[in-house]
């Protein structure tokens, strides 16, 4: 317990992970995937206290149809964090935005920027993570990087990042 008074809305503490490297991400279709080079840790120092969770994807898919068929969400440990399930549709936060006007599956990057308020009412250690669903086809995902990772201007490599940032109530 704290034994400082932090006024609701004030900014309590910030944990990140910048994931600077490369990687590839299997992702299977119809199942959720996480992301484990964006997992970050944080401690709330209050039950009452919620967590900002941001996270930043920067990477492509091998398959140029699965931005249009995917959907990005947080964990809070093994609980999935977005749109409660509706049916049979994909839920999450949001999808990833392309970055061209048409489908180029080797040299034209995705990223996307998320937000989602938590409230784990919990003052234990909460690890959070970024996940992801396609329910266009198996893939891989290019994780800060283009598909065809070649070394001229016009293959992009970027970073991606988790943050999340307990805020008093």
Do not use: W
Not at 152 to 163: A, F, P
């Amino acid at each position: 317990m704290s034994i400082f008074f932090h006024p609701p809305g004030s900014v309590i503490k910030s944990a990140y992970t910048q994931f600077t490297s490369t990687n590839n991400i299997t992702i299977t279709e119809f199942a959720d995937t996480v992301f484990n080079d964006l997992t970050v840790n944080i401690t709330p120092i209050s039950t009452s206290s919620i967590i900002k969770l941001e996270a930043h994807i920067f990477g492509e898919f091998g398959n140029p149809g699965n931005p249009f068929n995917c959907m990005v969400f947080f964990y809070r440990d093994t609980t999935k964090l977005g749109h409660a399930t509706a049916g049979n549709r994909a839920t999450g936060i949001s999808s990833l935005c392309l970055t061209y006007h048409i489908a180029n599956e080797d040299s034209t990057p995705e990223c996307g920027n998320y937000i989602y308020i938590d409230s784990p009412a919990t003052t234990s250690q909460i690890t959070y993570k970024v996940g992801m669903r396609v329910t266009g086809e198996s893939d891989i995902f290019y994780l800060n990087r283009t598909v065809n990772d070649v070394d001229t201007e016009d293959y992009e490599r970027g970073i991606s990042t988790i943050i999340a940032t307990e805020i008093a109530q």
